[in-house]
């Protein structure tokens, strides 16, 4: 799990073009949205695609990428749970 997390935090740095953020920047459940790292709408549907092409993972509910896009820590446990099914 602290392997997928790491990742995670690389791939979003790297999807969303955070150049001045490192991984180590990033607390596992720190919000991504708001107060945590600042994201906005238009880095969900980034973030979205980087599930879609990264692990082959699409979210079709709204509702469930709200829940799913909340911190690194509950994209990587829907993560495990999807590649575990």
Sequence with gaps: MEELKSKLKAQIIEALNLQDTKPE????NAPLFG??????????????????????IK????REG???LQSVQSMAE??????RA
């Design 59 to 62: 979210v079709e509910d709204p």
């Design 35 to 56: 107060e945590g790292l600042g994201l906005d709408s238009i880095d969900s549907l980034e973030l979205m695609v980087l599930l879609e092409r990264q692990y082959q």
């Design 25 to 28: 920047d990033i607390e596992d």
């Design 66 to 68: 709200r829940k799913i």
């Design 78 to 83: 829907f993560i495990q749970s999807r590649q």
